[in-house]
């Protein structure tokens, strides 16, 4: 079983909307996989019709024993893939892994209990750099971090790869993707081939800015649902492919 987290510090740049995708294509392409919102935003949750439990702040017993987080999984509409939809309990994450012994590794031990149910875990990660996102990095095989092209986007990843360095993270978990990419716009073409200089392990294929992209909220449904021809669909795939590759060369 591998654990891959759809990861950036930054709000809004394609963390959901790529999880989503991504765990869609993992199902279809035969593995069983299980897609975690951890974001009490549950925009995930959303995207798949699968509603939260009428369980008051269950986050108090996510981190203690794999048992609590099998009563939590949902079935999506598609086959292979399960969710564990978001609570809004969530947002107690760090206060509650402060408290808690071996604080940094209780995400990872949680989840090793699901490896005889799942060939893949997908975390959508909320916006932050916490308790929280210590667990995942600790957690994680493959941290995927959605980068814009811009000038933020590219020091919010400096800050990042800074952070794996200072804390001694495998950087090698560390794998940066484009997404937003407006072809037209010199500051992203520009942006894109520096950062690709400086980072190699960038993903080759980049998600395109797309109102079908956008149409996932209208629609609550994976993009190949909808627009199966359109060109943010086929970007999609060949980004799960790319990431399959990278999953198996590890
Ligand atoms: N490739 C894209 N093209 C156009 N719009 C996009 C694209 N990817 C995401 N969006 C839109 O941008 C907004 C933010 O996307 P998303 O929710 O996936 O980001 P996020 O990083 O998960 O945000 P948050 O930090 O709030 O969790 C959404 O309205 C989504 O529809
Ligand atoms: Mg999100």
């Given at each position: 079983m591998k654990i891959i987290a759809c990861y950036s510090?930054?709000?809004?740049?394609?963390k959901t909307a790529s999880a989503v995708n991504i765990a869609y294509w993992a199902a279809k392409s035969g593995l069983r996989t299980l897609l975690i919102d951890l974001d009490p935003q549950g925009a995930s949750s959303f995207y798949f019709r699968v509603k939260s439990s009428p369980q008051k702040n269950w986050s108090s017993r996510f981190f203690k024993a794999y048992s609590q987080l099998l009563k939590q999984i949902k079935a999506s509409d598609f086959d292979q893939l399960d969710i564990i939809p978001a609570h809004l309990s969530f947002r107690h994450f760090d206060l509650l892994l402060q408290q808690l012994s071996k604080r940094q590794k209780r995400l990872r031990q949680a989840l090793k209990g699901l490896k005889k149910e799942y060939d893949l875990i997908i975390l959508d990660c909320p916006p932050t750099i916490s308790k929280l996102a210590e667990n995942i990095f600790y957690a994680a095989d493959l941290v995927l971090v959605p980068v814009i092209p811009t000038t933020l986007s590219e020091r919010t990843f400096d800050q990042l790869t800074q952070f794996f360095k200072h804390e001694s993270?495998?950087?090698?978990?560390l794998i940066p993707f484009f997404t937003m990419v407006d072809a037209r716009k010199q500051l992203h073409k520009q942006t894109a081939i520096s950062m690709r200089k400086r980072y190699?392990?960038?993903?080759r294929n980049a998600i395109p800015f797309s109102t079908d992209v956008e149409k996932m909220g209208k629609y609550r449904a994976p993009i190949d649902t909808f627009a199966q021809d359109k060109q943010a669909n086929k970007a999609y795939l060949a980004l799960w492919q790319e990431i399959q590759q990278e999953i198996q060369a590890q």
């Amino acid at each position: 079983m591998k654990i891959i987290a759809c990861y950036s510090m930054k709000g809004g740049v394609g963390k959901t909307a790529s999880a989503v995708n991504i765990a869609y294509w993992a199902a279809k392409s035969g593995l069983r996989t299980l897609l975690i919102d951890l974001d009490p935003q549950g925009a995930s949750s959303f995207y798949f019709r699968v509603k939260s439990s009428p369980q008051k702040n269950w986050s108090s017993r996510f981190f203690k024993a794999y048992s609590q987080l099998l009563k939590q999984i949902k079935a999506s509409d598609f086959d292979q893939l399960d969710i564990i939809p978001a609570h809004l309990s969530f947002r107690h994450f760090d206060l509650l892994l402060q408290q808690l012994s071996k604080r940094q590794k209780r995400l990872r031990q949680a989840l090793k209990g699901l490896k005889k149910e799942y060939d893949l875990i997908i975390l959508d990660c909320p916006p932050t750099i916490s308790k929280l996102a210590e667990n995942i990095f600790y957690a994680a095989d493959l941290v995927l971090v959605p980068v814009i092209p811009t000038t933020l986007s590219e020091r919010t990843f400096d800050q990042l790869t800074q952070f794996f360095k200072h804390e001694s993270y495998s950087r090698k978990k560390l794998i940066p993707f484009f997404t937003m990419v407006d072809a037209r716009k010199q500051l992203h073409k520009q942006t894109a081939i520096s950062m690709r200089k400086r980072y190699k392990r960038f993903l080759r294929n980049a998600i395109p800015f797309s109102t079908d992209v956008e149409k996932m909220g209208k629609y609550r449904a994976p993009i190949d649902t909808f627009a199966q021809d359109k060109q943010a669909n086929k970007a999609y795939l060949a980004l799960w492919q790319e990431i399959q590759q990278e999953i198996q060369a590890q």
